[in-house]
């Protein structure tokens, strides 16, 4: 079951009450601020000595947020781990061939040949590799979340216009 409260401890109160919507933006935010570090050359090196675990926990966290808000459980460590063993080519090659596995579940659906089981582990697959693809090339919840805002909205007003 999710929940739209989270109990979060910290130095100054304690235990309290946090909103997932506001724990999410206070690890994106972080995990941004990593971001800005690594892109600065002259302090790179010295900042990643000093805080480079504590920027990855905020970036573990708030990728764990993100998933229960979406309530899709998928274990980011693995596919880390997977495209670590892999390599990225070959990975990208796999999730080419699982979107495809995914349009040829959708066309016999059309067809009026539907496997449900078949459709869901295929829409599985690809969910996988939508995480996979934004590890390897480096890709955020954010600017992902901005395409899809700006697409909805140009959708909404396509049917306005009757398109």
Do not use: P
């Amino acid at each position: 079951m999710y929940t739209d409260v989270l109990f979060v401890e910290n130095y100054v109160d304690g235990w309290r009450k946090m909103d997932v919507k506001e724990a999410r933006d206070i690890l994106s935010d972080m995990r941004n601020q990593h971001l800005c570090f690594l892109g600065n050359l002259e302090i790179k090196d010295e900042w990643q000595k000093n805080y480079l675990k504590e920027a990855w926990a905020c970036d573990s966290g708030a990728k764990t947020l993100a998933g229960l808000i979406t309530g899709i459980k998928i274990d980011k460590g693995i596919i880390t781990e997977s495209i670590q063993h892999y390599g990225k080519n070959n990975q990208s090659t796999v999730c080419m061939e699982e979107c495809a596995e995914l349009i040829q579940a959708i066309s016999k659906a059309k067809r009026g040949k539907i496997n449900r089981d078949n459709l869901t582990e295929e829409i599985a697959d690809v969910l996988i590799c939508i995480e996979m693809l934004k590890q390897m090339y480096m890709i955020s919840d954010e600017k992902i979340n901005k395409w899809i805002e700006k697409k909805q909205a140009r959708e909404v007003e396509r049917m306005e216009k009757n398109e």
